[in-house]
T-cell receptor, first 114, second 114 residues
Framework: KAGVTQTPRYLIKTRGQQVTLSCSPI?????VSWYQQTPGQGLQFLFE???????NKGNFPGRFSGRQFSNSRSEMNVSTLELGDSALYLC?????????????FGPGTRLTVL | AQTVTQSQPEMSVQEAETVTLSCTYD???????LFWYKQPPSRQMILVIR??????QNATENRFSVNFQKAAKSFSLKISDSQLGDTAMYFC???????????FGTGTSLTVIP
């Protein structure tokens, strides 16, 4: 089975712009979660989707949003980018709902905000 | 809010030796889940081991085992017969169904020395 794929792998944007990141889960997985990884804040949970519904959300401002499609693919959007949004954004998928189960991580999208 | 603390930013171990990574957490929940995830250099994060808090028996996966002390809120990872491929960043993580949040520690960078 192919693993979790994330596109693009690298992205450079400027402050004020918006960005959309994409995540394709492992075939058959219906749960997708997103994380932000930075040197200063470490790994932080953004949100989890299951069957097109957001189940959990971390403590991030409303500029961070996401959605999941009927084929389980997920997108994450960040509007009005700030320098502090520069990070590695990780997506993970799982066969079951709930973050208590094993999550399978993708390689991440490296976002740089200038 | 739950917190997860990894007090050892960096550790090293000789190949074939045993090493223990520490993790403590703070929660008022009684039912939760604890994880150790491994992030090798430039590779995807993978689950090493998972522990359900209501199970007293310590989880084991081949060379990896945990020492789960619920009263002390401690969840250490022991790696036996260390191999070069164990070189990675190790993250301790916490999840509870009540809070619906997923928390990572700051990570321990482990280097296995040949």
């Amino acid at each position: 089975k192919a693993g979790v794929t994330q596109t693009p792998r690298y992205l450079i944007k400027t402050r004020g712009q918006q960005v959309t990141l994409s995540c394709s889960p492992i075939s058959g997985h219906r749960s997708v979660s997103w994380y932000q990884q930075t040197p200063g804040q470490g790994l932080q949970f953004l949100f989890e989707y299951f069957s097109e519904t957001q189940r959990n959300k971390g403590n991030f401002p409303g500029r961070f949003s996401g959605r999941q499609f009927s084929n389980s693919r997920s997108e994450m959007n960040v509007s009005t980018l700030e320098l502090g949004d520069s990070a590695l954004y990780l997506c993970a998928s799982g066969p079951l709902a709930g973050l208590n189960n094993e999550q399978f991580f993708g390689p991440g999208t490296r976002l740089t905000v200038l | 809010a739950q917190t997860v603390t990894q007090s050892q930013p960096e550790m090293s171990v000789q190949e074939a030796e045993t090493v223990t990574l520490s993790c403590t957490y703070d929660t008022s929940e009684s039912n939760y889940y604890l994880f150790w995830y491994k992030q090798p250099p430039s590779r995807q994060m993978i689950l090493v081991i998972r522990q359900e808090a209501y199970k007293q028996q310590n989880a084991t996966e081949n060379r990896f085992s945990v020492n789960f002390q619920k009263a002390a809120k401690s969840f250490s990872l022991k790696i036996s017969d260390s191999q070069l491929g164990d070189t990675a960043m190790y993250f301790c993580a916490f999840y509870s169904n009540t809070g619906n949040q997923f928390y990572f520690g700051t990570g321990t960078s482990l280097t296995v020395i040949p």
